[in-house]
């Protein structure tokens, strides 16, 4: 079956814009989580769905920053107004809401210039 | 909140030599606990889990068993090769409330021929 698939897998962005990334999970996991690695470092967690509940914002880095989920299903991580510190690769996850494992897409790559 | 701490590399080993990263945790109640892998250039993906206490997980002869006396989860392997060359992270993912997905920082292993 389809595993969790993130657009674009590349984004090159001038300092200042404003870029949309896109995470389709797993159909039927309720949970979505959104990661940060930077070059050589480990994950930061970023946020987190599950369900209908309020999501887990803790680990949003600045307010430039912010991820909604549509319907349950599509997450959209914006970040406003992108900063050379921003670029990483931007990872996705999705889950059932049991003890089984998350699934990860394969990132997107954002560079700001 | 939960937490994991994980054996900080990186860990240079010889093929055939014996592996341990060691890891730990903090939570509250029963988590589940997980070792990921990424290789060279390569997503994240699960390489092994367990889900509850004195659980053994095992994959491409990696072991870990989950121990609730000592909070620990290390990963072993008897006889490494180079093809196991990657960054090993260790997880938790909590029951009830958060079941958010927390990480370690990651140990990067390399293995010489």
């Excluded at chain 2, 290789?39 to 072991?63: C, M, V």
């Amino acid at each position: 079956g389809a595993g969790v698939s993130q657009s674009p897998s590349n984004k090159v962005t001038e300092k200042g814009k404003d870029v949309e990334l896109r995470c389709d999970p797993i159909s039927g996991h309720t949970a979505l989580y959104w990661y940060r690695q930077s070059l050589g470092q480990g994950l930061e967690f970023l946020i987190y769905f599950q369900g209908n509940s309020a999501p887990d914002k803790s680990g949003l880095p600045s307010d430039r920053f912010s991820a909604e989920r549509t319907g349950g299903s599509v997450s959209t991580l914006t970040i406003q107004r992108t900063q050379q510190e921003d670029s990483a690769v931007y990872l996705c996850a999705s889950s059932p809401r049991t003890e089984r494992e998350a699934f990860f897409g394969q990132g997107t790559r954002l560079t700001v210039v | 909140g939960n937490s994991v701490t994980q054996m900080e590399g990186p860990v240079t080993l010889s093929e055939e030599a014996f592996l341990t990263i060691n890891c730990t945790y903090t939570a509250t109640g029963y988590p589940s606990l997980f070792w990921y892998v990424q290789y060279p250039g390569e997503g994240l993906q699960l390489l092994l889990k367990a889900t509850k206490a004195d659980d053994k997980g095992s994959n491409k002869g990696f072991e870990a068993t989950y121990r609730k006396e000592t909070t620990s989860f290390h990963l072993e392997k008897g006889s490494v090769q180079v093809s196991d060359s990657a960054v090993y992270f260790c997880a938790l993912k909590g029951r009830g409330g958060s079941e958010k997905l927390v990480f370690g920082k990651g140990t990067k292993l390399t293995v010489n021929p």
